[in-house]
């Protein structure tokens, strides 16, 4: 507890540590008026009540900070570069330049990645804020748009796409943290006094021993995410001795930090893409009264209204994403050949071919238990909802990783900055 006082007064006293801190919170501010200000020509009333039902949308509403359930002129929020970053990533599978680009060029290829993730976020929130506005309207939640206004609002939303990615990216620049992260963080936790109003206005004195039990729930899956998401597997390095010019160098001790959730929360993102098309492609044919069609319709109804199918589905492709996400991210043939390059090797392990399998191995098998674990967050609110019966207690998915994630590292960066600033 002294410790955290003593770090709170040097934020408080460090003047360019309180810049950065006010820097954000200003950003934030920002962000937050312009989430208030809706496209115009939209019924907001029955879009609040369209989003009420929509899985779909609300994860769309979490990526864009709270916007898109204003429909505002931030409402893709940072969707749009999330998507591109996801989509370049992928790309390094496919073309060895990118991958080299992004792995072995360091600090400026790792900024000419961002600076083609940028150009993709544009067309990108051109195609999802058409898509979002012709769903909108085929579902009857806002009126048939003419052509120039309709381009109009297109045009609006996508810059305020590219404005609110510019402002995450000051924020990393100026503040403290990852911009993006932060903002997708305000936007979650934005909504909490609204949810904790209606589980105050629904309160029942006769449920209290439930809601001790989700309270202690709820602190021991928290407790949960801190350790996993915190959790690393160290493989020691040794850095062989050198003789240059007479003198003896190396022979230092390290280790390589092998994280057990490597993929974040892009896992889930995946599978709740995959899992959401049935629920978009019945919205936008279930107005056809093709005896085919309407077949199809009920098939996928039938699939989105089974709770234990879902649930189980859903926990498998979470757990299967975490895998091919990891490989995609973590190369273990890269790490073997720059530990070999720097005169770095493990102890008791040949470099070269046995360190990258044996780097391979370890990944697989701490792997398993971040997937795990994933999977078991992802379907964690529906368990809670399914025991509690109240939608209101639920605990996990996404916005819990994202929370978490972003906590841990503005405390890190807050204790690192004022560890700089006591020496």
Do not use: C
Request: charged share 10%.
């Amino acid at each position: 507890m002294k410790d955290i006082v003593r770090k709170m007064k040097i934020v408080l006293t460090d003047t360019a540590l309180r810049k950065r801190v006010l820097f954000v919170l200003f950003a934030l501010a920002l962000f937050r008026v312009l989430a208030a200000i809706p496209v115009p020509g939209i019924d907001t009333t029955r879009l609040v009540e369209y989003f009420a039902n929509n899985q779909f949308l609300g994860l769309l509403n979490i990526f864009s900070g709270g916007g898109l359930a204003n429909f505002s002129i931030v409402m893709l929020g940072v969707g749009p570069y999330i998507t591109a970053s996801i989509i370049m990533q992928l790309m390094t599978i496919l073309s060895p330049k990118l991958k080299a680009m992004y792995h072995e060029e360091g600090e400026a290829g790792r900024r000419k990645f961002s600076q083609w993730s940028r150009m993709l976020m544009v067309p990108l929130a051109v195609i999802q804020g058409f898509g979002l506005i012709a769903l909108l309207t085929q579902q009857g939640v806002i009126s048939q748009l003419p052509a120039p206004e309709l381009w109009l609002n297109i045009l609006i939303i996508t810059a305020g796409s590219v404005l609110l990615t510019w402002i995450g990216e000051l924020i990393s620049e100026f503040g403290i943290g990852n911009g993006v992260s932060i903002i997708i963080f305000a936007g979650i936790v934005a909504s909490l006094p609204g949810a904790i109003a209606q589980l105050a206005f629904t309160f029942d004195p006769a449920q209290i021993p439930m809601y001790l039990g989700f309270l202690a729930a709820a602190i021991a899956v928290v407790a949960g995410v801190v350790a996993i998401t915190e959790a690393e597997r160290p493989v020691p390095v040794t850095y062989s001795k050198q003789v240059r010019g007479g003198k003896l160098y190396g022979g230092a001790t390290s280790y390589l930090p092998l994280r057990v959730n490597q993929a974040g929360v892009i896992p889930i993102i995946f599978a709740l893409s995959i899992l959401l098309l049935p629920q978009m492609v019945v919205n936008m044919i279930g107005g056809i009264t093709n005896p085919s069609v309407q077949g199809v319709v009920n098939a996928l109804n039938a699939f989105l209204n089974n709770g234990w199918f879902y649930s189980i589905f859903y926990f498998i492709l979470v757990f299967l994403f975490t895998y091919f996400y990891t490989a995609i991210t973590f190369e273990p043939e890269t790490v073997a050949e720059n530990l070999q390059k720097s005169g770095a090797f493990i102890p008791g392990i040949r470099p070269g071919k046995s360190t990258e399998e044996y780097l391979g191995n370890i990944v697989t098998r701490i792997t398993f238990i971040g997937a795990l674990f994933l999977g078991l967050i992802a379907v964690l609110p529906m368990v809670m909802q399914a025991v509690t019966g109240n939608t209101m207690l639920a605990i996990g998915g996404t916005g819990l990783l994202i929370v978490v994630s972003v906590v841990l590292d503005l405390v890190k960066k807050i204790d690192a900055q004022a560890s700089t600033r006591e020496y």
